[in-house]
């Protein structure tokens, strides 16, 4: 893999902001928007607006990106009355799906029901592969019945073909505040768990365990410490990847400010296991502030294919 796509959204109150957009990088240090800035899929059902993406490439050669059906210019003001509260127990039931095989040319949307009437909402799709049963965990927020919608675990569906869903199971649940915005990563056999814990710090926290699904999570103390240098409750939406030089980045999305000051920034650490991650402003350009997506390495023949069908602005 010689080159990267972000798949986002915008910061935007306007219907065209909550769709899905693709940035372009060959060194994860530099991006540069896609069509021209436009979206490069809409959402025409659910709320007619996506939020929280995640693309994965699976074993059969296909792409699936992930998202929650949500829509806060369509619906934030009318259905939820502008409450948040209401959106986590009564809206976000389905999650959108799309599928590829080459980036480009992209299948109908459809939207994907993994809960029942016991979960509130279903937000922030994320996948990982699991070799240990060889095939995809899906993992997201929600509020439940359990405790009765209060603060919001991390639930998971496993899954071969993208088609057919396993009955959802609790991953994880944080004992004195909410958690959500799982992503997780494996490094040399152990598993790292990114999360935003809405309380207690209120800021993104790092587990490490043993298996994908396993109970034996711990707290990595060294992430703890740096997170603390930073300004608590204006972090959330985790998302890493490996750079060509084998250093890890972690972008973590700021939304303590309104407008086009939030978006993603960069945090670079020579691996996951030893935790200390630097903030790295200097090292990165963005065309302008990508919220809530998701990392993906791809060969320079699908970033020059991305660029050719889907007319790359500068």
Not at 54 to 73: E, G, H, P, Q
Request: overall charge negative; charged content about 25%; some cysteine.
């Amino acid at each position: 893999m010689e080159a990267y796509v972000f798949v986002h959204f915008k910061e935007k109150k306007t219907p065209d902001g909550e769709q899905v957009y693709f940035a372009l990088s060959t060194d994860g240090f530099n991006w540069e928007q896609v069509n021209n800035g436009n979206p490069v899929l809409e959402s025409h059902l659910g709320e007619k607006g996506v939020r929280d993406h995640t693309i994965v490439r699976a074993k059969n050669s296909k792409f699936y990106i992930l998202a929650t059906d949500l829509s806060l210019a369509n619906c934030f003001h009318t259905k939820y009355k502008g409450s948040w509260q209401n959106i986590s127990t009564d809206g976000s039931k389905h999650l959108s799906l799309w599928e590829s095989e080459d980036l480009v040319n992209w299948s109908k949307q459809r939207l994907i029901k993994l809960g029942d009437e016991d979960f509130g909402c279903l937000w922030a799709p994320d996948v990982i592969y699991d070799p240990h049963h060889d095939d995809y965990v899906l993992h997201w927020s929600s509020s439940h019945i359990s405790n009765n919608y209060g603060p919001k675990g991390i639930y998971y569906s496993r899954t071969r073909d993208f088609e057919n869903f396993t009955t959802p199971k609790l991953l994880c649940r944080k004992k004195d505040s909410g958690i959500i915005d799982s992503a997780i990563y494996e490094e040399n056999g152990v598993f790292y768990r990114f999360l935003k814990s809405e309380a207690n710090p209120a800021t993104i926290i790092l587990e490490k365990g043993s298996t994908l699904t396993g109970d034996d999570y711990t707290r990595v103390a060294a992430f703890d410490e740096e997170m603390a240098k930073l300004q608590q409750g204006v972090y959330e939406a985790p998302t890493a990847f490996r750079l060509s030089n084998g250093k890890w980045c972690l972008m973590l999305d700021f939304y303590g400010v309104e407008g086009e000051g939030q978006g993603y920034v960069p945090f670079i650490s020579d691996t996951l296991e030893s935790g200390r991650f630097i903030r790295s402003d200097e090292s990165f350009s963005f065309p302008y502030g990508f919220k809530h997506g998701t990392v993906l390495p791809i060969t320079m023949e699908e970033f020059d294919r991305i660029k050719r069908f889907l007319n790359t602005g500068g």
